[in-house]
């Protein structure tokens, strides 16, 4: 009664999803920062002028006209999602026929990979160069026939790292399909690719709320590419799929770039702490960031890190990588306390040797 091509796409992935409270949740690269009081009750108030009774408007369009002025594209330029996710994989489901190719860089995220599964389309994956260069021209030699998109996250996850845009550009000039930039952790970076979708025609970036804006539990995220592209994805669209409680909590946070500027530079603050705090732990190589995250690489076992860190609380992103890689979300100071004790703890017990704490 289930088809082979859904036996074969892989589970959600989410993660470790701690058990109960009192947690320190460092795994999903989400804001430690909520709303505050008063933001609350704007929005609240916001919120209750939705009609709960009529369905929503199924094209989005105060919010994407908001976007629109927030980007200097036209409308007819963006198309608002079920968070980024749901608009990554509207636009693989757009752009392939089962049997395709998606040509993305690995490691990266993921969650790519179950798009192109669901769809049967198949994920080809180059490695990134040394120091995690961006290998324009390993990408180039892999385009084949059946390369119909290219799906690149900038800055990149799991690695934190920021790649120039130049040869972002210089892959959709020389490619005869969709380049989709997906800028999850583009707000940490300062740096976007959106002005480039105005006059590269194969070009689009994917924006969310749930990284900077803090609002990961709303699902909201956004893509900006030609107009050719956002019909194409929009006639994929679940009808009404966006509730007016969303639309009209987007409305709210993208009216409002000051607090999101306030909340994403308290994270970069909480970088640059949590940097310094694992600089000095032995046994722990600290990669540059440009996200919300930091990479690790760690001189022993991670999986024995996670392990402990787990026994005591926290949680962190165990990548599997050869079980030498954490990836770690920026907390807030207090959390930051608690993973540095358990980490001397770990270094106590296990006695990692230094190695690499400037690397």
């Given at each position: 009664m289930v088809s082979d091509g859904v036996r074969a796409v892989p589970g959600p992935g989410h993660g470790y999803l701690p058990p109960?409270?009192?947690?320190?949740?460092?795994?999903?690269?989400?804001?430690?920062?909520?709303?505050t009081p008063d933001e609350w009750e704007a929005l609240w108030e916001q919120l209750r002028s939705v009609p709960l009774h009529r369905y929503p408007d199924p094209n989005h369009a105060a919010v994407e006209e908001a976007i629109a002025g927030l980007t200097g594209?036209?409308?007819?330029?963006?198309?608002?999602?079920?968070?980024?996710?749901?608009?990554?994989?509207?636009v693989v489901r757009s752009t392939c026929e089962p049997g395709d190719e998606v040509l993305t860089v690995?490691?990266?995220?993921?969650?790519?990979?179950?798009?192109?599964?669901?769809?049967?389309?198949?994920?080809?994956?180059?490695?990134?160069?040394?120091?995690f260069a961006f290998p324009l021209r390993e990408l180039l030699a892999a385009v084949s026939p059946r390369t119909r998109l290219v799906l690149l996250c900038r800055p990149n996850n799991?690695?934190?790292?920021?790649?120039?845009?130049?040869?972002?550009?210089?892959?959709?000039?020389?490619?005869?399909?969709?380049?989709?930039?997906?800028?999850?952790y583009g707000d940490f970076a300062g740096d976007t690719m959106a002005d480039c979708v105005r006059s590269v025609p194969n070009m689009a970036v994917v924006r969310t709320l749930s990284k900077a804006y803090g609002a990961a539990g709303l699902r909201f995220g956004y893509l900006l590419a030609s107009a050719e592209t956002v019909r194409a994805a929009r006639a994929l669209q679940t009808p009404y799929g966006l509730s007016g409680f969303t639309q009209a909590a987007?409305?709210?946070?993208?009216?409002?770039?000051?607090?999101?500027?306030?909340?994403?530079?308290?994270?970069?603050?909480?970088?640059?702490?949590?940097?310094r705090r694992l600089g000095r732990v032995p046994g722990l190589t600290v990669f540059p960031s440009s996200t919300n995250f930091?990479?690790?690489?760690?001189?022993?076992?991670?999986?024995?890190?996670d392990r402990h860190?787990?026994?005591r609380g926290i949680a962190v992103r165990n990548l599997?990588?050869?079980?030498?890689?954490?990836?770690?979300?920026?907390?807030?100071?207090?959390?930051?306390?608690?993973?540095t004790e358990a980490l001397e703890a770990f270094d106590a017990a296990h006695a990692w040797p230094a190695y690499g704490r400037d690397g």
């Open positions: 109960g409270e009192g947690w320190v949740k460092l795994n999903q690269n989400e804001s430690p920062y909520a709303l594209l036209s409308p007819s330029m963006v198309l608002a999602g079920n968070g980024a996710n749901e608009i990554l994989e509207l690995a490691p990266t995220y993921p969650t790519y990979g179950r798009f192109c599964a669901m769809n049967r389309v198949r994920l080809v994956e180059v490695p990134w160069g040394p120091d799991p690695t934190g790292h920021l790649y120039p845009g130049r040869e972002v550009l210089a892959l959709a000039d020389a490619v005869p399909c969709l380049v989709a930039v997906d800028e999850a987007a409305l709210f946070l993208l009216s409002r770039p000051d607090a999101m500027r306030r909340r994403r530079d308290a994270i970069l603050a909480g970088r640059e702490d949590l940097v930091v990479l690790v690489r760690t001189a022993g076992s991670a999986d024995a890190l860190l787990r026994a599997k990588w050869e079980d030498r890689h954490l990836r770690i979300s920026v907390g807030t100071p207090e959390d930051h306390v608690r993973l």
